[in-house]
């Protein structure tokens, strides 16, 4: 069987180029590794798009222009960025909106709790599984078959352009089914390698061993490695990565959402020998949630421990596991696995050093530390009322950076040149856009606008009819 | 921190509820789609009175179990359709009056709705038989076969006492969710839930339709649920209107066409049927995976003997002046009776407490400061 555009991955890259392409004429196959209900990689996990728009709609409560969004995204990328795909991005992410809603996706306000980003972040009702539904069901009704349980594990690329692939059926059973299937044009997106332990420890050392996976299992990076082993440029460097501390307890992969911790800026963070090793009050918690995840990978173990006393127990987003909770502290210690006397003499020398002051958790407020090494700058109030609870951190990994090049059609550069009929979308290039650091809601918005230019680029790199302007 | 109150929660139906409202409080991705996940965020303990008042403001439209990135084989296995649709039913026979009828009619419901219905007409037949077979298939008169006083002696007391008994259950649902959170009732909660009850909000997945077979959204399940509650509605207006002319004018049965007995049995008697026969259509298509594990058949047993209340009305409406009439007078009354029997006992319950749920939620809505999404609906205008 042959088709016009082959599409690897499942996810909302994927889907963007599928439907895309089948609108303009071609005869698309998404091959995904998922099986049907686990479909969809990180995007299940998602639940808004960061847009440019300039006014509010009702839902958005203000607007967001262009610049204001390349000031952000110059700011945490320090200007790590594609300046050219960067404001493309940008600006295309204007259209995502309507885009997304005339392929039968809803959107909702920003969700209790996230309250900050109700102004630049479309948030997807009912969350980015039903996002995704949509885009099936679109892609069904336009005609793109769809093969589940499916990966892509060989392509044939002589010299940039694109002659066919292997597929393997159902490779995570006993018998898997190889198929070689030739196609027009390819489509890589398929995300990144973070469910890939072994990749993750050539960055990280042994230490890769301990993270959670935030995100779907089936993002192992194989067609990355196998467009950089056919000579695609890279992007990015393996060890880096967007890690966040979660809950220790969380499974080793596909937590999602749920396993985040917002606790730490109300209590002090303690490794597992019982000592304290960073500012826990620096910032307010959305600006620094994403360096506790390299912080606690830094650690013995890579664990740490959140301490809070009742005073703070109901501040912060409810947590999916309960706390380690104790009336005492060495009750606490003993639950936790850290020495009592090392834990009792840090929590006695932090409440020591807590000068007074008006404890209010939405400013930088004045309650700090004074002589303590490292300091809490904000939010620092003596942990002495019981009952006391723990909750244990590990790093949980986000997505990985290292990609392939592209250009602005999507097109895959091999030694500088675009690729005629390989296209990338998504995680596995967002890394042109996105060097280094996170801005929420950016990963929808580089796969959405890549995954339409690819689709589109293809469909049209395939048939002679005149490129639509 | 969310807690789950596990002494507080009896049965493990509610403590599988509380244990996914536990996963859904820190994820939230739902709170669009209907009243559920606004309430289910004001709290963070999870108590026997919170859990049962969640489950019965569940309207089981379905979205949330495919659009939920913790739904099976996730190993989190969170299905809130499905828990909900469990503890209701579980609730129901809980809340019923006397507590001893309720499992009773939870267990064998299909049956006692259907013995009694047999026995009830096989009791008129039997009374016409005896008394003047010849009014059985002659005369279009049903006061000849069943004489209007000896109805009245046959319903007027099941009725009744099957609104004591709802009654009573609907105060024992609102005094355990009081335990929980004590609300007054107030007139503008009533007046939004009714709003809310009227339009079926929120059994629509915020906008999108309900999804009771599969990811693919569809609308007609609310309407086949307009076309039953509206039809009924209009029914029970046609047998009151009956009632009032009875004793008030003076004007006994049988009306013209033109009669509000008529006017309002007739549309009432289509909208039963074609509604209730959508209805057990979609529950026959349902996915299986929304299926409480446990069901009772308690909710089979109220759609069917509703299409039966409206069949029977119907075909009597039409056949009256034939030899059939008797019997299908006969048959049309062991139906009522066993819809009054089975009604405090049964899925009819779930009206009720769903209005109740309604008005909770909303008199929460309004005392707490808590934004609520608005669902976005198809076409809506962006300003
Ligand atoms: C918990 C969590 C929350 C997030 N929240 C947000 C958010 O709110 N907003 C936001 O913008 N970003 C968010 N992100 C990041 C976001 O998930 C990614 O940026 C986005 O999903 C990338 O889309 P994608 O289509 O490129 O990849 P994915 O959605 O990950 O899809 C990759 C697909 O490729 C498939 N695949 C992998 N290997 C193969 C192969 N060899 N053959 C065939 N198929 C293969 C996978 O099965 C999967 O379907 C979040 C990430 C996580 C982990
Ligand atoms: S049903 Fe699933 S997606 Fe929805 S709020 Fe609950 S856990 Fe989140
Ligand atoms: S009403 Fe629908 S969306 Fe709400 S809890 Fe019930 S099934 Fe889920």
Redesign the interface.
């Known amino acids: 069987m042959s088709y016009d555009v082959l599409i690897a991955g499942g996810g909302n890259a994927a889907l963007c180029a599928a439907i895309c392409a089948a609108r303009g004429g071609a005869r698309v196959l998404v091959a995904e590794a998922a099986p049907k209900?686990?479909r969809g990689g990180n995007t299940?996990?998602t639940?808004n798009c960061r847009v440019a728009h300039d006014e509010g709609?009702?839902?958005l409560t203000g607007p967001y222009p262009v610049d204001e969004y390349l000031d952000d995204l110059m700011r945490v990328t320090k200007g790590n960025t594609d300046t050219e795909l960067a404001e493309l991005t940008l600006q295309r992410s204007k259209e995502i909106w309507d885009f997304l809603e005339a392929q039968?996706v809803?959107?909702?306000?920003s969700?209790?709790?996230t309250l900050s980003l109700g102004r630049t972040n479309a948030?997807?009702?009912?969350?980015?599984?039903?996002m995704l539904?949509a885009l099936?069901?679109m892609a069904e009704d336009l005609g793109v078959a769809i093969r589940y349980d499916t990966r892509v594990a060989a392509i044939e690329v002589e010299d940039g352009f694109f002659l066919g692939a292997t597929l393997e059926a159902e490779w995570d059973g006993d018998h898997p089914r190889s198929e070689r299937i030739e196609a027009r044009a390819f489509v890589a997106a398929s995300g990144g390698f973070e469910a890939n332990l072994d990749w993750l420890e050539e960055g990280w050392g042994p230490a890769a061993r301990n993270f959670l996976i935030r995100g779907t299992p089936y993002n192992t990076g194989g067609v990355l490695r196998l467009m950089l082993d056919a000579g695609a440029d890279r992007v990015g460097e393996a060890d880096q990565c967007h890690a966040v501390a979660v809950d220790g307890r969380a499974?080793k992969f596909?937590g999602?959402?749920?396993?985040?911790l917002d606790c730490v800026p109300f209590g002090i963070v303690v490794n597992a020998q019982g000592q304290r090793f960073y500012d826990e009050g620096e910032d307010f918690w959305p600006k620094r949630y994403a360096i506790w995840g390299r912080l606690v990978a830094a650690q013995p173990d890579q664990i740490g421990h959140v301490i809070i006393d009742a005073k703070s127990?109901?501040l912060f987003?409810?947590?999916?596991f309960?706390?380690e909770i104790d009336d005492d502290l060495d009750g606490l210690a003993g639950k936790i696995g850290v020495a009592p006397d090392t834990l009792r003499k840090t929590v006695d020398d932090f409440n020591a050093a807590c000068r007074p002051g008006t404890f209010d958790h939405t400013i930088h407020d004045d309650c700090r530390t004074e002589g303590l090494d490292p300091p809490k700058s904000h939010w620092a109030r003596p942990i002495e009322t019981p009952p006391f609870?723990a909750y244990t951190l590990r790093p949980g990994i986000t997505f990985t950076y290292m990609g392939v090049r592209v250009n602005r059609d999507a097109r895959v550069l091999f030694d500088g040149t675009a690729s005629p009929n390989v296209f990338a979308a998504g995680e596995i290039m967002a890394g042109n856009v996105l060097g280094q650091g996170y801005l929420a809601g950016i990963g929808m918005t580089i796969g959405t606008v890549f995954g339409r230019i690819a689709g589109e680029t293809a469909a049209r790199a395939i048939s002679n009819r005149e490129p639509a302007s | 921190?969310?807690?789950?109150d596990l002494p507080s929660l009896a049965t493990a139906s509610q403590s599988e509820v509380a244990r996914q409202m536990?996963?859904c409080?820190?994820?939230?991705?739902?709170?669009?789609?209907c009243a559920v996940f606004?309430a289910m965020?004001r709290r963070?303990v999870f108590t026997e009175g919170d859990v049962d008042y969640l489950a019965n403001l569940c309207h089981n439209c379905g979205?949330?179990h495919?659009?939920?990135?913790?739904?099976?084989?996730?190993?989190?296995a969170v299905n809130v359709p499905q828990a909900m649709a469990e503890l209701r039913e579980e609730s129901y026979a809980r809340f019923a009056w006397p507590q001893a009828l309720g499992p009773v009619f939870a267990r064998n419901g299909v049956w006692i709705a259907l013995v009694s219905a047999l026995a009830v007409a096989g009791f008129i037949l039997g009374f016409a038989l005896l008394a003047d077979p010849g009014a059985l298939t002659a005369s279009g008169d049903f006061y000849a076969v069943m004489p209007h006083d000896a109805m009245v002696a046959v319903f007027a007391p099941v009725f009744l006492f099957s609104l004591l008994a709802l009654a009573l259950s609907l105060r024992r649902f609102w005094r355990t969710a009081d335990d929980a959170h004590p609300v007054p009732v107030t007139l503008a909660a009533l007046w939004q839930a009714m709003r809310e009850a009227a339009a079926l909000r929120y059994f629509d997945?915020?906008?999108?339709g309900c999804m009771s077979q599969s990811?693919?959204p569809d609308r007609h399940r609310r309407t086949f649920h307009h076309l039953t509650f509206y039809g009924f509605l209009l029914c029970f207006a046609s047998t009151s209107s009956g009632t009032l002319m009875h004793y008030l004018l003076d004007w006994p049965a049988p009306y013209p066409w033109w009669a509000p007995p008529k006017l309002l049995g007739v549309p009432g008697g289509l909208g039963l049927v074609i509604g209730a026969a959508g209805l057990i259509w979609y529950d026959w298509r349902r996915d299986p995976a929304l299926l409480p594990e446990r069901r009772t058949g308690m909710g089979a047993a109220f759609t069917w003997t509703l299409l039966a209340l409206g069949a029977t009305g119907l075909a009597l409406y039409w056949l009256r002046e034939t030899p059939a009439m008797g019997v299908l007078l006969a048959v049309h009354l062991g139906v009522v009776f066993a819809f009054f029997v089975t009604m405090p006992y049964g899925k009819f319950v779930h009206g009720l407490y769903r209005f109740a749920a309604l008005v909770r939620h909303a008199h929460e809505g309004r005392a707490h400061d808590?934004?609520e999404?608005?669902?976005?609906t198809e076409g809506r205008v962006?300003?």
């Open positions: 209900a686990m299940r996990h639940r709609n009702g839902i039968g809803r959107f909702q306000p969700l209790g709790g948030f997807f009702l009912g969350g980015g599984r039903s539904n099936y069901r499974p596909d999602g959402i749920v396993t985040r127990a109901d987003m409810p947590s999916v309960p706390p609870r | 921190m969310t807690r789950v536990q996963v409080n820190a994820c939230r991705y739902c709170e669009g789609l606004p965020e963070r979205a949330c495919y659009d939920c990135q913790y739904a099976p084989p996730h190993p989190f997945g915020g906008g999108m990811e693919r808590v934004q999404a608005e669902a976005p962006r300003t």
